[in-house]
C-alpha cells in the first residue's frame, strides 16, 4: 500500500451537481451523491454510489485489478439496450483506509458510457 503524498496527490470531494451515467440511451445511475476522485494528473473520476445505479444492469465479471494506492478493484459490465459493455465500471469494494470513502461506489470508463453532469 503506498499512500498519497506531493508526489501522487489524491484527493475526494463531494460533487455538488448531479451526475448522469447511460449507456446507449439507457440511463445506469443518477445521482446527487457523486464524489469527485481526482489522483495525480489523471482527469477526475465520478464514484456513483451503487444505491444510485440500476444494479439489475450489472453483471459482475472475473476481471481485478490492484492499484497501490486504492487497492483492489472489482468490475462489472452493463446489460442495455440490447447491448453488453464489458468491464465498463471498477469499483474498490475494500478500499485502503485511506480511500474509505469510495467504498460502496461505482466509476465508469468515460470511453464505454455517456457520463454528463445534470443542471
Known amino acids: 500500500m503506498k499512500l498519497p503524498g506531493p508526489d501522487h496527490?489524491?484527493?475526494?470531494?463531494?460533487?455538488?451537481?448531479?451526475i448522469r451515467v447511460s449507456a446507449g440511451?439507457?440511463?445506469v445511475a443518477d445521482t446527487t451523491h457523486a464524489l469527485t476522485l481526482r489522483e495525480a494528473s489523471y482527469p477526475a473520476v465520478q464514484y456513483v454510489p451503487?444505491?444510485?445505479a440500476n444494479m439489475a444492469l450489472l453483471a459482475r465479471t472475473e476481471r481485478t485489478t490492484h492499484c497501490p494506492y486504492k487497492g483492489d478493484a472489482n468490475y462489472f459490465s452493463i446489460n442495455a439496450d440490447g447491448k453488453r459493455i464489458e468491464?465498463?465500471?471498477w469499483t474498490y469494494e475494500t478500499p485502503f483506509p485511506a480511500m474509505a470513502e469510495i467504498a460502496g461506489h461505482l466509476a465508469f470508463y468515460p470511453d464505454?458510457?455517456?457520463i454528463e453532469e445534470v443542471a
Open 25 to 27: 440511451g439507457v440511463v
Open 50 to 52: 451503487r444505491e444510485d
Open 87 to 89: 468491464n465498463s465500471i
Open 9 to 18: 496527490p489524491i484527493t475526494i470531494t463531494a460533487n455538488p451537481k448531479r
Open 112 to 114: 464505454k458510457v455517456t
